[in-house]
């Protein structure tokens, strides 16, 4: 085997043994990895699937919140959430009128501190298989199920569930959840 060959084929096995510890770290949403040295506000610009949730939050005002210290746990609705909503809903919350709902809302997805799937895990065993977790808006979610295959209910009883869980932020971490949750 010549020195060339070598090489490539140890650089092969290390690409290997490397790249799966990486995905890990970086996990990909909306088509790009979110970097944990990157706060909720700037990896989340970054995903295809949120450019929704990132226009609500600028119309909301909220962006030097979520770029902020934090921690946050974010419960984040993609696109296609968004889109599930009654017609012309987001176009009216997006509206200036309408900031007060549109905070309302967006502020019901964060929860203050770094809730992990693990840490939820427990407080879901403990709550005899529900977790009740209070916003930052001020009313409840609860979450239930295990690992990464957690469901988050609203106060008007409807379910969305987490399709890709412990998504970690230098400020929090982010559960990607495939509906938009509804306070009281």
């Known amino acids: 085997m010549t020195k060339t060959k070598l090489l490539s084929a140890t650089a092969i096995v290390a690409l290997s043994i490397i790249a799966p510890g990486i995905a890990a770290n970086d ?43 934090g921690p946050f746990t974010v419960f984040a609705p993609t696109n296609e959430a968004f889109a599930a909503l009654p017609s012309g809903t987001v176009d009216t919350l997006l509206k200036p009128e309408n900031k007060p709902m549109l905070d309302k809302i967006l502020t019901y997805h964060v929860v203050p501190g770094r809730l992990d799937s693990m840490t939820l895990d427990r ?8 977790a009740t977790l209070t916003t930052v808006q ?3 979610l609860t979450v239930s199920g295990s690992g ?12 969305a569930t987490v399709t890709i869980a412990d998504v970690y932020q230098s400020n929090g971490v982010i559960f990607v959840v495939d509906k938009v949750l509804m306070p009281n």
């Not at 407080?123 to 005899?128: N, V």
């Not at 990464?148 to 379910?159: A, S």
């Open 123 to 130: 407080q879901i065993m403990d709550g005899g298989g529900k």
């Open 27 to 69: 996990p990909m949403v909306g088509g790009a990895a979110m970097y944990d040295s990157m706060n909720i506000i700037q990896n989340a610009m970054h995903s295809k699937d949120h450019t929704t949730l990132v226009a609500a939050v600028k119309a909301g005002g909220l962006v030097d919140t979520l770029e902020g210290a």
């Open 148 to 159: 990464k295959h957690l469901m988050v209910t609203d106060d008007k009883g409807n379910t």
């Open 138 to 140: 001020g009313d409840m």
